[in-house]
């Protein structure tokens, strides 16, 4: 269970996060999405008592995260967005490391980490610096695990990690979610926010939604539209002239373009592009993405401003 | 104190795994005791002298004869006057310039006294005062034996005080007994200070930091870990030093091993503090490098290692009163070539103590979990 309340850190002059607010359920595997310097790190770093806030309190399983820092860091496991094993030492080595300071043994929790560590015990006698970014993940994971934490903090756990594993790295989630521990990951990948209980979105420090990904995506108050093109650059420079235009925005291979709400059909947008000039175009109607609602959250913030 | 094991037995899996440690332990000793101790010397072997006779008198060709006769200088004769002998000392040719006037010998017998004229390279200030020296006391020599030649002999007692000169602790006045321990003491200052200053800084540049410091492991234990294993490779260091000087140089040990070693401790304490230090306020190896670099300059220059502390300025004398390496440069020569005891170097031993103790403290302060 994480409590977090009127959390404020300051740089100088630089706010990282702005009255942040947040709580989560035990055994919620809740995520935190935003763009990079959005405040996701100094968040879970003030969780893990590594940076002190500026201002607000935070508890961690009703510990204090500034009081009972020395409690917090018992319960809690952690992985920082940078990897920070030794890579000097071998797999097995770091692992045995981190359960020694943690007064416990592999043997003892081996359970819990059985699932991941089993994928990279083939390489256990090789230095953790030679690792692939995966496996180097999965050491990781492990030795945030290894002295059963009931609180996991994961900062960009799957950055810079290819797709196959991704999917395993959450589907390890999944896993460790059920056996009841509380989890809190950092992502700027939007798809990955489907595969939380609850995400908060965060932008300049600030939380903008906090809901289940499924209520935040039918909520999306807006019209969402898909529109295909050969030329994608004419087409949005067009749309960009359309009346109750909110958004256009590239994705993937289409645009999302975005409207006031019951203003346009796709037969109204269709004749808009005609009318300019703009042959053998589709048009359909949408249902937003996490990333839809996040650049709509973004641009209404951006205009109040 | 299981932690504690634990962490050690880290340390030293890093240290013997990184490639470039095992060198550093056993190269570093060696290149500085056979090459530094025979490289830094203030003996001069032989000097170079222009001479210009203006005379060509008996009395000065005795007083040439008296020169060319002492193996310290490799003279150069046969130039006609004092230009080119300035000449010469221009060019680099010789270190030193004896010019005798016309009338030397004129006076010398008719008025008893006469002047010679000595011109002295004083680029190397050291060399120049030495080569001075042996000149004069030539020099000397010669007049007292032309002055006193006519007067009866059993004045001669009178006149003059011979000293006869004994040289404690090193009779032979052998440089490297003076160096030797003064190279070991910088041996180890460095080993200290780079390798045990650098390995704090090393988990901050990985970010090794991040993930210790989420764990129960108490900020002693880090520092212990940090500091234990580079004071037994100093220890060690300082032995395989003290064979080795013992071996080629055979200076003497006359005082304990067990004082040495134990007083060594505690300035290998003081100096890996003062580099745990140095890495608490940098962020990069970098850094630290460039800070203890700097420090170690200042503080062996001020030892009184290469100069006598003596000849330096009051306010500099002063300064050293914080400079640990003064202390134990003493402590180390005292006790290796004196043999002193625990008692003659006390005070020593308490003002090191009183830094070790607050700069470890100022380390383990400085250190802190969290930002």
Known sequence: ?305 | MRTLFYILQKEFTQIFRNKSMLPIIFVMPLVQMLILVFAATNELKQVDLALVDYDHSASSRNLIHEISGNPFFKVVTGLNNSQEAEDLLMRNKVNLALVIPKEFDKELTTLKRTEVQVLVDAINGNAAQLSLAYLSNVIGAYSQKVLIKPIKPEFRQAKTIEIKSTYWFNPELNYKFYMAPGILVVLITVVGMLLGGMNLVREKELGTIEQINVTPIKKWQFIAGKLLPFLIIGLFDLAFGLLLAKLAFNIPLRGSLLLLFSLAAVYLILVLSWGLFISTISDTQQQATFVSFFSLIVFILMSGLFTPVESMPQWAQNLDFINPLFYFVKIMRSVLLKGSNFIDIVNEFAALSAFAISMFSLAIFRYRKTS
């Open chain 1, 1 to 305: 269970m994480i409590e977090v309340q009127n959390i404020r850190k300051q740089y100088g002059d630089v706010v990282a996060l702005e009255n942040v607010s947040l709580s989560i359920q035990r055994g919620e595997l809740f995520g935190l999405i935003g763009p990079d310097g959005a405040g996701k790190t100094s968040l879970m770093r003030i969780l893990m008592s590594l940076l002190l806030p500026t201002g607000g309190t935070a508890a961690m399983n009703n510990l204090d995260v500034v009081k009972d820092y020395k409690k917090v860091r018992l319960i809690t496991g952690y992985m920082p967005g940078r990897f920070s094993l030794y890579p000097d030492l071998t797999v097995e080595e770091n692992l045995k490391f981190f359960a020694t300071v943690f007064g416990t043994t592999i043997e003892e929790n081996y359970y819990l980490i059985k699932d991941i560590y089993q994928q990279i015990e083939p390489f256990k006698t090789r230095r953790a610096g030679q690792l692939s970014g995966g496996m180097k993940q999965k050491l990781a994971l492990s030795c945030a695990l290894i002295h059963k934490p009931e609180i996991l903090i994961l900062d960009e756990p799957t950055t810079g990690v290819d797709a196959v594993s991704r999917k395993e790295f959450w589907e390890m989630l999944k896993r460790l979610k059920n056996m009841g521990i509380t989890i809190l990951v950092s992502t700027p990948y939007m798809d990955e926010a489907t595969l939380c209980d609850r995400i908060a979105l965060i932008q300049e420090g600030k939380i903008m939604s906090i809901a289940t990904p499924e209520t935040m995506m039918h909520s999306f108050p807006e019209d969402l539209w898909t529109i295909s093109s050969r030329k994608i650059y004419n087409t949005s420079k067009i749309l960009e002239l359309i009346p109750s235009l909110i958004s256009v925005n590239s994705f993937g291979q289409a645009l999302h373009l975005v409207t006031t709400k019951g203003q346009h059909t796709s037969k109204s947008i269709q004749g808009f592009l005609t009318q300019h000039g703009e042959h053998d175009i589709t048009v359909e109607s949408e249902k937003a993405t996490i990333e839809d609602v996040f650049i709509l959250l973004m641009q209404k913030h951006n205009q109040t401003a």
